[in-house]
């Protein structure tokens, strides 16, 4: 089978195209075959090519955490999907045995690991994965769009509604509008009715946001995002900080949270190391959370919302599956304002 592979860790240079994968086959009663229609992008795939702590590959390594396909085979206890379903996939693989998944919380599951990261990924014309980790869909949702859905919108669930908590009469910062999870986190932040200021450098991405809903744009080239807020607040400050640029927007992250304020973090595309004065955390009586990914009951609520019509993805551009290098190029870039699709149905 076709599918876009790693030889190395580096750059996008290592990235390749095969021909010749072996068809994956179901091993475990609980498993699924699907044939791929398409599949998305993440910036946690540009990690992968860069190479990750503790993440070993064995090239040829199949890329990819998102996607949607067919169910084309069952293992014998697979129950909720049957063969010639459309589905979606939560791309978080969990052992569905330790302490955190009998309670419910498979993010948290001590051998958790990623589709692309840990296991085979989606960017092939099949894939094996558990039964639980799959949903129907209506085959009429587009592919491209349901293909974008999953990662993006199940970790900015969690942050935003699990964790944050955002209410209606919330203030929410939400830095880097363009990217998967920040428009995945506005869209659902508008759906509870909380009020949302965006950033970006781009005035363009800005103006994509308002189509979306966003109430407040700041474009962060110019100005100190913190002191924008406090001024335009009346010096009160935003109720929650949705941060996952890490370094670079750490500080002014906290100059924009208002006494009572919670930041919920799920990434550091900038850099990790972080520095927080603790007298202003104990003062203000600040929260600062971390978040990833998503459990089984949050994933069954945003797929019921993208069954609904609610929360579908933007899609910057679909690529063929010949032209994949491309688009991770134009993800690495940061040109994007939505998900970068890879068609591979019909993507030769
Ligand atoms: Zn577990």
């Given at each position: 089978m076709k599918g876009l592979t790693l ?171 363009g990217g998967g999870v920040a428009i ?102 600040w929260t600062i959370m971390g978040s ?57």
């Amino acid at each position: 089978m076709k599918g876009l592979t790693l030889s190395a860790h580096g750059s996008l240079e290592q990235l390749q195209m095969r021909d010749d994968l072996p068809l994956p086959s179901i091993r475990q009663r609980n498993e699924v075959r699907l044939r791929m229609r398409a599949a998305a992008l993440n910036h946690l795939d540009l990690f992968v090519v860069g190479g990750l702590p503790g993440v070993t590959i064995v090239p040829p390594w199949v890329m990819g955490a998102d996607g949607t396909g067919v169910v084309d085979a069952i293992g014998d206890d697979v129950r909720h999907v049957a063969v010639g379903d459309t589905v979606v996939i939560n791309p978080g693989i969990s052992d569905r045995s330790c302490e955190y998944c009998r309670n419910g919380e498979q993010p948290l599951c001590v051998r958790f690991g990623i589709l692309g990261e840990h296991f085979p990924g989606t960017i092939a014309e099949y894939v094996v994965v558990p039964a639980a980790n799959v949903r129907s869909i209506p085959a009429s949702i587009p592919a491209d769009v349901a293909a974008a859905f999953s990662l993006a919108t199940l970790t900015a669930w969690r942050m935003i509604v699990t964790r944050a908590r955002v209410l209606p009469s919330d203030d929410v910062l939400i830095w880097g509008i363009g990217g998967g999870v920040a428009i995945a986190a506005l869209q659902i932040c508008k759906l509870l009715g909380a009020h949302v200021w965006v950033t970006s450098s781009s005035d363009a991405k800005l103006e994509r946001a308002r189509v979306l809903g966003a109430d407040e744009t700041i474009n962060y080239t110019t100005t100190d995002v913190g002191k924008v807020i406090r001024d335009r607040t009346g010096k009160r400050g935003v109720d929650v900080v949705v941060d996952d640029v890490g370094v670079a927007t750490w500080k002014q992250s906290l100059g924009a949270l208002g006494r009572r304020g919670r930041l919920v973090t799920c990434g550091a595309t900038s850099g990790p190391m972080v520095e927080t004065d603790v007298r202003r955390l104990f003062w203000n009586q600040w929260t600062i959370m971390g978040s990833t990914m998503g459990n089984d009951a949050e994933y069954d609520a945003i797929v019921g919302q993208l069954r609904q019509g609610r929360l579908l993805p933007p899609v910057d551009r679909v690529f063929p599956l010949g032209q994949a290098r491309a688009a991770f190029e134009r993800l690495q870039n940061a040109e994007q304002f939505g998900k970068v699709v890879i068609d591979i149905a019909n993507g030769g």
